[in-house]
C-alpha cells in the first residue's frame, strides 16, 4: 500500500513544511492515489473485505477528505455513503442526510492523523441515535497511537510525527526544508 502512495508522489519522505505551518519527515497526500477511479476502486475494496463482518448499514466520511474513500467503500459494501461537514466549525450532517436511530454506521476517512475527526465524525452517528460499529482509513499516519473508540481498521500505519518549528530535530540536523507541492 506504502509503495503503491510512494509511486504516484503521494507519500514524500525528507523534511517538510505543512499546510498546517509544522514540520514534518513524512508528506502523505491520499487525493494524489484516489484521483484514479482504479485506485479509488481497490483501496475501497480492500477496506470494505476488512469490515464486512461489522455489518455496517451506512457508510459516514467527513468532508473532503473522506468522501471518495467513503463512496467507493459503500460500492464495494453495497450500501448508501454520506458525509458529514462543517458548518460553523462543527461537523454535522446537512444536505438532507439524515441517520435513523440504531442504524449501525461505519466510519471513513482517508487517513487518521491524531483521530480527532473521526473520532468527532463518530459523535455525528451517535447523537443522531446511530450505532457506530467501526471506523477504518486507507492510511493511519499516528503510527497505532490514535485514540478510537470502535474497532479500527487501516490499510496501513506508519509513524510521521508533526513537529514546531522550534523543537523540529531534522531543523536541528540542517536539513533544508521542503514545502510539498511546490517544485523545488
Ligand atoms: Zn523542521
Known sequence: MLDRFRRVGALLEGHFRLTSGLHSPGYL???LVLQHPAEAEACGAAIADRVRSL??????????????????????LGVRAIFAERQDGRLMLRRG???????????????????GSTQETIDVARSAGAKVVGAAAIIDRSGGKQRIDVPFHA?????????????CPLCAEGKPVMKPGSRA
Not at 442526510?97 to 483521530?115: A, I, N, R, W
Not at 496501513?156 to 518549528?165: G, M
Open 155 to 167: 490499510l496501513a500505519t506508519i509513524s510521521l510525527p508533526t513537529y514546531e518549528t522550534e523543537s
Open 55 to 76: 455489518a455496517p448499514d451506512i457508510v459516514l466520511s467527513p468532508a473532503l477528505g473522506g468522501i471518495v474513500i467513503g463512496q467507493e467503500v459503500g460500492r464495494a
Open 97 to 115: 442526510f439524515s441517520l435513523q436511530p440504531g442504524e449501525k454506521v461505519l466510519v471513513v476517512e482517508d487517513v487518521v492523523t491524531t483521530g
Open 29 to 31: 497526500q491520499c487525493a
